[in-house]
């Protein structure tokens, strides 16, 4: 028996039940024996599931997990960090393996867990994490055997391409788009985990993190959110044959790399500008085998529990290595000091403002009520201190990256 | 030692030895042991090498190779189909591991090598036989674990590709595309595998049979190529918004299947529609996991290189399974008999042509010189049964499927 101890059983929890049992027969005999879920993690016993869980031991304490010889594996399904981490923790000091499909977590303790799993010889997999059920991570640590990675990153975040696929093809404004997202469940009441970044932020840190095999983190990543957009900007994108994704993306320069999320102005041919609705998309360039891309669903039950599972089916069949995939590289940071053109949106105009900005500008797009101009190649860091000295914060503007 | 036996040192065969040198020192420390190419096997020794080869053993002859007893893995990389055949027959009765690029050879003896290699329990594995350098295979049979793949399919010969990218945005005739492909190398002096669409048929025949579960021969595949494609086609896909593209696909119909590598007339906006130039897509449809798509280069020494030495990696691990992928199901061949709508051009015109065709045609394109029209929604035998009754034979007619 492959005694499973479940975390959780919202979303994802429920699509890892409904797939065990789906694939009962088929499983017990690619492993010639049967995945059992040993018993089931929750907050609240007496909360109406859509599932039947009579048949499954419910508990609401983890002692009764980490107790179980029979459980040799933990699969982490909560949206929670601090309770869920320690949890981990204990469970790969107490001899078990850890699946986890939690971004927050694994990207906040990275370097400690993928540690203390190789010290203790276990498996620590995260492939649900990122990009939902895209198997993305597998595949990077494939070709990391053979390759040097320059570049990865991509569309990692549905809840944002669904708002700027819906605002692009409909003209909707950014609330109405939001609002929707919210009424089919891509976006959370309180959405700003999503449209400011952050979400996408700490699965860039675990993706660069591997592919640089040098430490990315979340400190390390240059931010700007989707939150500022507006139809106006949906419009001029339009004229210049253009998209808006938001784009999660690291590089190596030279013995430095740049990582940052930031909404970037794409040509409507590029693949990344076809992605649309809640789908992601994650690219990665090695030396040898060139550019690679994986497309698919970034989120709901089925697909990410799929992901988790197919990190238990590794564990089960022995194909995982317990030694950490973080690397030794130290690469320093430039995040900032890359030259790029930018597109930026000032809420507000007069002549003195446009005065101010002029020695960056490189096209002037629209003026009067707002300025917003094409910038010339410079760093980034160059923007934000003239932002800075224009007494221009956070929310009066809106920042993209125009990529070439 | 991971000793290693290499077939052929063409474009593939190279990019083996180059990647292995390459990562030497990476290598040995993931496996704790060096890979080791204990012998190459060439047809001629004399002949003049882009490769430094005085460090390696050269022979003609396979017998140096098989009564090695420290080669475990024979990598095979000629284009050569019946000697190569009865090598890898003879390394898997030796007791030898194999990997191969060759799909012309893998898809012929799919399921015999198979069966052996299971029966001896070792591995046999052939990433780089199917889009080059994009690990499909790999991930394909992770998600066959969990999921019921009901389709597969996409863009995996890069040089039809290649042919078509350059038409559609330069206006190039086809034979001036396809000299064009020869000079570069994307194109063999004798093309017809590639444009004729046979190439593409036997990675289809690979990629479904493993994903449907059932025997998809090459008999089994419906087959149209692009040879027959002119200027006019071109411009009339772009009246419509469309273009084209040689795609290769199988589909699970309730207990049959469809499997089909023809044209097709996809929607601008489609992802498979911007892959361009010599890239390859390939997409599959799970259960579980949604639609899944990978993009990369799908030839070339190096990607072809690095996919068969990842599957080089996977023996040196451990991480593979010496079973059969193959699977049982019985699915009837379907081909020809379901509703689909169609791009046809018939190389002649006259008005009891028209009338002939009238009863099948939905919108007619063009007539004049020829007879160009998109027709109802019907089965693909009945478009072949009314060009047979007409006396129009395969040189006088191009054929495309519409794709909703």
Known sequence: ?????????????TGIVEILEDRKKELEELLGEPVVIRKILVLNKKKPRKLNTDRY?????????????????ILEATGDQDRAYGY???????????????????????????????EKGLAFLYEASVAGGIPVLKALKDQLRLNRINKIGGIVNGTCNFILTRMGDEGLDYSQALKEAQEIGYAELDPRDDVEGLDSLRKLRILASLALQTRVGEEDILLEGIEGISKLDLELANKLGRRFKLIATARRVGVGFEAQVMPSLLKKESQL???????????????K???LSFYGLGAGGLPTANAALSDLLDIAVGSYSSKSPLGQEALTNLGGKLEASFYLRINKYNCELEQAFKPIIEELLFSGTQLVVLTKKLPLKEIYYQ??????????????????
């Open 1 to 13: 028996m492959i005694g499973v101890g479940l975390l959780g059983l919202g979303t994802v929890g």
């Open 289 to 291: 085998i060139g550019s």
């Open 88 to 118: 981990l923790k204990e469970a790969l000091i107490g001899g078990k393996h850890v699946v986890s499909a939690n971004k927050a977590l694994v990207s906040k303790h990275l370097e400690e867990l993928s540690l203390l799993a190789e």
């Open 273 to 287: 500008s076809g992605v649309c609705g809640a789908y992601n998309m994650v690219e990665l360039t090695g030396d």
């Open 387 to 404: 932002l800075e000295s224009q007494s221009i914060s956070k929310n009066d503007y809106f920042l993209a990256r125009l990529e070439a």
């Open 57 to 73: 031991v419910i508990t609401t304490d983890f002692k009764d997990l980490i107790n179980d010889k029979d459980i040799q594996i």
